[in-house]
C-alpha cells in the first residue's frame, strides 16, 4: 500500500495533474564547482560510462569532490531521485565521499561516507516546498584524492516551476582593513637576509603622512641610509647578526621598530612578498607594464606595506620561430647569452628603474629548451643565463620544469632535483643575491627536498589559475588540503618556503584576450590572504596591480595579517582541527603568540569554535581580530565565531595580564 501512494506522489500533483520528470542534466552545469575537473553529462569525471559498484547507469552526473551545485526550485518540486556513489573508473581504494543534500539551510539527506566498489545508494527527498536545493559532494575528511562521484539517474519531479542551476548569494565586498593613519607606521619584514659582499636594497615599509624621515640606529658598517626615501643599500664585508632600530617621523609623531639583518649564506628569511605579470598579462608582458606596475607598487602604497619584488613570468625572450618581429629573432648572442625579445629592449634599463624605485626585480626562465609558452630556455646554456640575469641586475628567479621533462621523462625523486641544484649552484657563484622560485607543481614531494636543491621556495601544486572558473576548487584543494594531507609545515622556514601559487585577487586574465574581475567571492578572497599568511606562503599578488580598488588594496595592505605571514620565527601554521566543512588553522608566532584562522568550507554560514587545547594555549586570552584589527574580548577555554559560507574568522591570542 505504502508502495502505491509512493508511486501516486511520484506522478500525480496534489491537484491531480501529471508531473514532470526534470533530469540534472538538462540543468546548467557550468554553475558546478568542484574540486577537480569539469562537471560531465551521462559519463564518469574521465568521461567514462557512469558506473557505481559494477553496475552501469544511462544517465546521470559525474563530479569530483568537494562540488557543489545551487538550484533553484521556486517552490515547483515534489521529490529528488538518484542513486550515488563513487565512479568506479576511480581506480583507487584511496576514494571516498560523502553527499549532501541541503533546503533552504536544512539538511535533507545524507549518504554517510561512501568508498570504491560499494553499490550506489538510493536518494529520494521529499521537496514539498522547498525554494533552495544545495546538491553537495565532501571529500569525507580525507583528501579530495581519487574522489570521482557520481549523481547517477539524478532527476526532478516537478509540478510548478522547472528547476534552474544558480550562482550561489551574492555576498557584499565589504572593506575590513582600516585605513592607515597619518602618523607613522612601520610595517613589513623585521629580519633580511643578505650574502657577503652582495649590494644591499631594503626599503623601510612604512605608513603615514608624507613627508616622513627616516633614521637607523646600530646599521652595520657597508650600508648607508637615505633619511628621505628610507631606502638602505651598500654591501656588507662580515658575517654575523646585527640588531638594528628603524626610527620614522613626521608631524603627527614618531615610530619605531626593531630589525635584525643577518650577513651569511641564506635569503629568504621571511615569505617574498611582491607582484608577478602572469596571471593578467600572461604571453603580452611589456616593459612599459613592467615600469607601469613598479609605479604602481608604490603609488598604490603596497611598498609602504613591505611588497618589493616586481618579477616578469613568461614571454620576455626570444620565441623561436615567431613570425611577430617584436617576438621572433635570435634567442641568443655570438657568446650564447640570451637576448630579450622585442618587447624588452633594455633590460639592465628595466632594473634600474626598478630598483630607482627601492624595490627589486625578477625574471623567469625554464631549464628545458623552451619556457612553457615556447619561448627560449636555459638548457645547456645555464650558466651563461644565470650570469646574465645577475648583469642585467635581477634579484628573483622563476625556474619553470615546462620543456624540461622532455629532457628528463619519468624523472625520479634525483632526476626532479636535478636543474634546481645545478642553477642554484651557478646562482650562488654570481656577485649579487638572487632568490630562487622552484616552479614544478609538487612533483616528487618537492617540500622533501627543495631546500636541499637549493630553492628559497618551491610550488606546491598545480596553477592555482589554470582555468579562470577552476580558481576558487583549486584555492581549497590546493591552499588547505595539499598543505594538511602531506604537513607540509614540516618542511618550511626561514630560507626555504612552501609556495602554493600566487594572490589571485582583483582584475585577471580571462585567458581569452582580456581581463575580468577574479571568480573568488569576497569570502573567499579573504579565506585566501589569512590561509597563505597561516601558511607562511609567498604574498605574490599576480591581478592588475594598476585597477586596484578599495577591496582588493585592503586585502593586499593589512598590516596585522602580514605580521602573521612575514612573522619572524619562521614557522608555518597547520590545521590543528576539523569538523565536517568546518576548519581551525593555527600558527605560532615569535613572540609567543598564534595565529588562528576559523574556516568555513561549507555552503552555509555556521559556527566555528577554536579550543584552546588545539590550539596549544590556555587560561584567559584576548582574542583580536586580525582584518578588522581590534580586539574582540578575553576569552577563556575556547573561541567560537559565525563564518560566513566560506569564509573566515582569523584572529590573534594573546595572553590576558
Keep these: ?362 625574471i623567469y626562465t625554464s631549464p628545458g629548451p623552451l619556457t612553457c609558452a615556447g619561448h627560449v630556455g636555459a638548457y645547456q646554456h645555464e650558466a651563461q643565463d644565470a650570469r646574465r640575469f645577475a648583469e642585467w641586475g635581477f634579484d628573483f628567479l622563476k625556474y619553470d620544469w615546462c620543456s624540461y621533462g622532455d629532457i628528463a621523462r619519468n624523472p625520479d625523486r634525483a632526476a626532479l632535483a636535478k636543474p634546481y641544484q645545478l642553477i642554484s649552484g651557478l646562482l650562488r657563484q654570481q656577485p649579487r643575491d638572487i632568490v630562487l622560485n622552484l616552479c614544478q607543481y609538487g612533483m616528487g614531494n618537492v617540500w622533501e627536498w627543495g631546500a636541499s636543491a637549493g630553492g628559497n621556495s618551491w610550488r606546491t601544486a598545480g596553477d592555482l589559475g589554470g582555468s579562470f572558473e577552476g580558481i576558487p576548487a583549486a584555492l581549497f584543494r590546493d591552499g588547505f588540503d595539499v598543505y594538511a594531507n602531506n604537513h607540509l609545515e614540516r618542511y618550511g622556514g626561514p630560507g626555504h618556503w612552501n609556495d602554493p601559487d600566487y594572490l589571485l585577487l582583483g582584475y585577471l586574465s580571462n585567458w581569452k584576450g582580456g581581463t575580468a574581475p577574479t571568480p573568488l567571492t569576497p569570502n573567499e578572497q579573504y579565506t585566501h590572504v589569512s590561509l597563505w599568511s597561516l601558511l607562511a606562503a609567498p604574498l605574490i599578488f599576480s591581478g592588475d596591480i594598476t585597477r586596484l580598488d578599495a577591496f582588493t588594496l585592503g586585502l593586499l595592505t593589512n598590516d596585522e595579517v602580514i605580521d602573521v605571514d612575514q612573522d619572524p620565527l619562521g614557522r608555518p601554521g597547520r590545521r590543528v582541527a576539523k569538523n565536517g566543512d568546518t576548519e581551525v588553522w593555527m600558527r605560532e608566532l615569535e613572540d609567543g603568540t598564534r595565529a588562528v584562522g576559523l574556516f568555513n568550507r561549507g555552503e552555509m554560514a555556521t559556527t566555528v569554535t577554536a579550543r584552546w587545547a588545539d590550539v596549544g594555549v590556555s587560561g584567559r586570552q584576548i582574542v583580536r581580530d586580525l582584518w578588522r584589527q581590534q580586539d574582540l574580548d578575553k576569552f577563556t577555554g575556547e573561541y567560537a565565531a559565525t563564518v560566513p559560507r566560506h569564509g573566515v574568522v582569523l584572529v590573534r591570542l594573546r595572553p590576558a595580564k
Design 1 to 362: 500500500m505504502k508502495l502505491i501512494l509512493l508511486v501516486a506522489l511520484t506522478l500525480f500533483t496534489l491537484a491531480g495533474r501529471a508531473a514532470d520528470t526534470v533530469w540534472l542534466t538538462s540543468l546548467d552545469l557550468a554553475k558546478m564547482r568542484q574540486g577537480w575537473g569539469t562537471p560531465q553529462t551521462d559519463r564518469s569525471i574521465r568521461e567514462q560510462p557512469l558506473t557505481i559498484g559494477g553496475h552501469k547507469f544511462a544517465h546521470g552526473v559525474g563530479t569530483h569532490a568537494a562540488s557543489s551545485l545551487w538550484v533553484d526550485l521556486a517552490g515547483g518540486a515534489e521529490r529528488f531521485l538518484a542513486s550515488v556513489g563513487v565512479d568506479d573508473a576511480a581506480g583507487n581504494t584511496r576514494a571516498s565521499v560523502t553527499f549532501k543534500i541541503v533546503g533552504d539551510g536544512r539538511t535533507l539527506w545524507e549518504s554517510g561516507v561512501l568508498r570504491l566498489g560499494q553499490p550506489a545508494k538510493t536518494v529520494d527527498v521529499d521537496l514539498q516546498g522547498v525554494k533552495t536545493l544545495i546538491l553537495l559532494v565532501g571529500d569525507a575528511g580525507d583528501g579530495n584524492g581519487w574522489d570521482h562521484a557520481d549523481w547517477a539517474d539524478a532527476r526532478f519531479i516537478t509540478s510548478g516551476a522547472t528547476p534552474k542551476a544558480m550562482d550561489p548569494p551574492r555576498e557584499p565586498a565589504v572593506v575590513l582593513t582600516p585605513k592607515p593613519g597619518p602618523a607613522p607606521r612601520i610595517n613589513g619584514a623585521r629580519i633580511f637576509g643578505v650574502r657577503p659582499g652582495s649590494p644591499f636594497l631594503f626599503t623601510i615599509a612604512a605608513t603615514g603622512e608624507r613627508p616622513m624621515k627616516f633614521a637607523a640606529s646600530g646599521l652595520p658598517k657597508g650600508l648607508k641610509l637615505d633619511p628621505q626615501a628610507g631606502q638602505i643599500t651598500g654591501a656588507l664585508g662580515r658575517r654575523g647578526v646585527y640588531q638594528v632600530s628603524f626610527k620614522a617621523s613626521n608631524r603627527h609623531g614618531t615610530a619605531r621598530r626593531k630589525f635584525r639583518i643577518v650577513c651569511g649564506d641564506t635569503l629568504a628569511l621571511t615569505p617574498h612578498m611582491g607582484w608577478n605579470s602572469w596571471y593578467v598579462w600572461e604571453n603580452r608582458v611589456t616593459d612599459a607594464i613592467m615600469r607601469a606596475a613598479a609605479d604602481a607598487m608604490v603609488s598604490s602604497g603596497m611598498r609602504d606595506h613591505g611588497y618589493e619584488y616586481v618579477n616578469i613570468d613568461d614571454c620576455w625572450a626570444v620565441k623561436p620561430g615567431s613570425p611577430d618581429p617584436l617576438l621572433g629573432g635570435e634567442p641568443r648572442d655570438a657568446e650564447g647569452r640570451v637576448n630579450a625579445n622585442g618587447r624588452f629592449p633594455d633590460m639592465k634599463a628595466l632594473t634600474d628603474y626598478i630598483h630607482a624605485k627601492g624595490l627589486k626585480a625578477g
